[in-house]
């Protein structure tokens, strides 16, 4: 397979032989893989903007039905690239092929519940209402109006590295803009530039045999900084989908800040994702409740932006403690997706091993140096309480055991922590019953509260919420997975009157 | 009546003898009022924001039951106020008792409008949903989840001047957040500081009859910028709700933007409301419709944020020009609402007259010197799209009628138009048919749109918008008026499992 290492603006696979140059990395190797990727020029990514925003006014024409119809074309294409995706994707994340293979399918099944709320005419979504006018009304008589939605405008879209389908390229934000009927420009992820050509295949031709407009989609290769900034700066962009780093999204967000129009910008961040296990659960479920949290942290090596990061069990609970070390030390090591994501993890993981109020309970093996080994630290929930620090996602297969004695003691960890995607809590039918103070506390730290669960899993529904209080998400208002991420994209329009 | 000057916080008047003194204004005999207002102490914001937010938490107990009885107590205790209220605002505004009397009743209803709302347990919002889990669904199980909503937290609310009672103190922003379950802060603007005192009354009293947290409701009097920004700089603060100018609003942000936790900025600001009056239609009924439009432009002597400011009429119809003179010659001048609106009146009228491609059509009597009279102003579209400015609301009696030749003249004004609250397509049925495209674009510019009606006048409703694309507001996700405004202040959350 060769790979054009170009962008793709407008229906054109465009040459930029002026700027950076770039590879992939292979983490399998820990080699950088041979094909070169050109930086897009910043006329380019104003002509994909520009193409985006004229096609965004053709794709209004195009019926919901029609629209469905593409959304369904592009999983089609995805998954007739066949096994050359899967591959090429392996090699560029060293992902193994299951978890690959079951991210392609989550990332099609996206695309076709977009499409079946458009062949509904988003009646799911339950937005659009209306109420009869009343010209006898006295003072002023009342006039008829509806409450109808129309789309934002040009999606700027940037993929994750730690999934390289379902939120990237053509994942959840490209998925729930264009099933809003905004066009997207997709700024990729330099981690997996060659999935990103690949994917980007799969909807031009989708594009084509669907007869939609070129500029619908674009996709710009770069792995400068100022190739992101460019982006969010131009004018006919009116929304960003954002799935990364506090770092980038707040670097981002000040870019935006000095826009003349102010945009939303959705940034998915990550957080560390509290397990509260409460004292009978513990007892009687403790070492099973271990096990599954080893493997919950385990799925793609730690690198889930739900992955259990911080573990809050009773302090004399020792079933849960030796079976979680049990777990970890049996966790083969493994590499992870980028050598900037290993260094991170290796700083973390360094610090937190000489942290005065720390202590390493367990490592898993390590079999080559640059593999990062499964850890898991536990510390007192009276230091972790005192030092904020303590909270910080450590991105790979780390998690923190904080150990605490009382409620009372829980409760005040669970109010000063910081805002979270998710949080599972653990307990037995009685002990949640009386615990409604700390569920009600830790509702307000979370997008999604989960009883009794591994937090890894986002299912794509109606009623998901994935998203939660800063700095998990910049924007706590949606959801970035299901079918209500398509209102992101949507604005209201009141129609008052007869036309 | 005598007024204490002092801001209200969490069930105290609070005295701040170091700061700023400023007084109430009175446009109707141009000078200042007698009674001397204190400008909040930085200590007296934080305390009243921390406050609010632990009422905050303690309202989460309370019933949406209790709640709408809580909203129906507010309204009760500003018709309480009796008709103090109703001088008290003359003398602040100059505004004509029976409007003043229309806006309280207005506002009294809003809130039972909300409280309704609450009554149907958030019903009428239909934002939450709940799917079935699937034990046996293969790879993977499928988990129950339920969408839910919680409220945001502490509401910052910033009054306007135009709208002493709808839009400010106990206005549209304070009633929704209250609804949602947020506490609220409010900075009182101080073009009305006595009447402020009065809602605050109304409101404190309403706290005290129900039995409310102390904290739910504050008001902060001040005059001075660094007022506003520390209130949007609080770390309590969650949300912002404001109604007032663009370089107001834009200063806020600046600061919002400083915040380590981005929250969400509701500037409703303001818009020229193009009136479009399509061929046909301005030759049937030009001359009637003219004579609509100057009186809704006379509307609170055209400082609402919807009067109609620019009207865009076929160039060879006279009658509608002629009749528009003879209502324009026919208003009486008044006073503005502050002496910064007037002058600011002053300066744009006077630039309009100065501009070479604007014609002075029509201007009303005047009777005092520091009254407002009525302006109708004229340009060829062609100038209209060459020069922005003339795209710049005048706040006040004034109206620019632009005259076009053709509809591609027109679509090529349309799409050079900045985002409006509002825009009126006047049309025959068959005109207003064959002007989809012009529609189309039209309404992409616009949060409401509106057949054949003047654009004064919002309806509290469920199917209402009032927002509209930047810079008319700063975000054009949501409404400031109707119920669904209540989204503003609530975010999703999702429960997954069983609890």
Excluded at 127 to 143: F, H, N, Q, Y
Aim: aromatic share 8%; proline share 5%.
């Amino acid at each position: 397979m060769t790979f054009t290492g170009l962008s793709y603006i407008a229906g054109q696979w465009l040459e930029n032989n002026q700027g950076n140059v770039f590879q992939g990395f292979c983490p399998g190797t820990n080699e950088y893989l041979p094909t070169r990727f050109y930086e897009v020029s910043d006329e380019q990514i104003s002509q994909a903007t520009d193409a985006a925003h004229a096609a965004f006014k053709q794709y209004r024409s195009i019926s919901n039905q029609q629209r469905s119809e593409f959304l369904n074309t592009i999983a089609d294409e995805i998954l007739a690239l066949g096994d050359i995706l899967i591959e090429t994707t392996m090699l560029e994340t060293n992902l193994p092929r299951q978890r690959l293979e079951g991210e392609r399918m989550r990332t099609v099944n996206q695309l076709r519940v977009f499409a079946d709320v458009l062949q509904q005419d988003l009646a799911p979504l339950k937005l659009s209402c209306a109420e009869e006018g009343d010209e006898t009304r006295t003072p002023i008589p009342k006039p008829k109006t509806a409450l109808t939605y129309l789309p934002v405008g040009v999606v700027a879209v940037f993929g994750a590295s730690n999934f390289p389908y379902a939120f990237s390229t053509l994942g959840g934000d490209t998925a729930s803009a264009l099933a809003a009927g905004c066009a997207v420009v997709v700024k990729a992820h330099p981690a997996h530039p060659a999935t990103n050509e690949l994917m980007t295949k799969a909807i031009a031709s989708a594009i084509e045999k669907c007869a939609m407009p070129d500029g619908l989609f674009s996709m710009l290769q770069g792995s400068e900084h100022k190739t992101s900034h460019q982006l969010v700066s131009e004018p006919m962009v009116k929304a960003v989908g954002f799935t990364g780093s506090l770092g980038a999204a707040n670097a981002l967000l000040k870019t935006i800040h000095q826009r003349v129009e102010p945009i939303p910008f959705y940034g998915e961040l990550g957080s560390v994702n509290p397990q509260i296990v409460l004292q009978d659960y513990s007892q009687k479920q403790g070492g099973v409740l271990a096990t599954q949290l080893v493997s919950s942290m385990a799925m793609g090596h730690g690198q889930f932006c739900t992955s259990p990061g911080v573990w809050f069990v009773p302090s004399e609970d020792d079933n849960l403690v030796d079976a979680a070390i049990k777990a970890i030390e049996a966790t083969p090591s493994d590499t992870l997706l980028t050598p900037g994501i290993l260094q991170a993890f290796n700083r973390s993981t360094t610090a937190l091993n000489e942290h005065d109020a720390v202590s390493l309970l367990a490592k898993g093996p390590q079999t080559k140096d640059y593999h990062a080994s499964a850890h898991l630290f536990s510390c007192d929930i009276q230091d972790f309480v005192k030092d904020v620090d303590l909270q910080e996602e450590v991105f790979g297969p780390c998690a923190l055991l904080v150990k605490y004695r009382s409620y009372d003691e829980l409760l005040l960890a669970i109010d000063g922590l910081a805002g979270q995607l998710t949080a599972s809590i653990y307990g037995e039918t009685q002990e949640l019953k009386e615990q409604a103070k700390l569920i009600e506390a830790l509702s307000f730290k979370v997008g999604r509260i989960i009883y009794s669960q591994a937090p890894t899993g986002v299912e794509v529904c109606m009623s998901m919420n994935h998203g939660g209080p800063f700095p998990s998400s910049t924007d706590v208002r949606s959801t970035s997975v299901g079918t209500k991420a398509m209102t992101r994209f949507l604005r209201p329009l009141c129609v008052q009157g007869d036309q």
